[in-house]
């Protein structure tokens, strides 16, 4: 199986060739939850993780919302 070597938060990781962004939410089981994702310093509309397909070298930055006031 091809893989993609990627980075999540400075660290390594390696999902399947054909992952998107809402793949690796489900792997990191953060699915659902209030997150920002940051895709080689571009935002990732949450209306675009499913098609949102992930390449060797991206870097993901993902941040979990926090309610305050």
Do not use: F, W
């Not at 939410?25 to 953060?30: N, R, S, T, V």
């Amino acid at each position: 199986m091809k893989t993609v070597d990627i980075s999540v938060n400075g660290e390594a990781c390696s999902m399947p060739a054909d992952a998107s962004v809402a793949d690796l939410l489900a792997e990191l089981k953060l699915a659902g939850r209030r997150i920002a994702v940051e895709l080689n310093e571009n935002i990732v509309p949450k209306s675009s993780y499913a098609q949102t397909r992930l390449a060797t070298g991206d870097q993901l930055e993902i941040v979990h919302a926090i309610g305050g006031g």
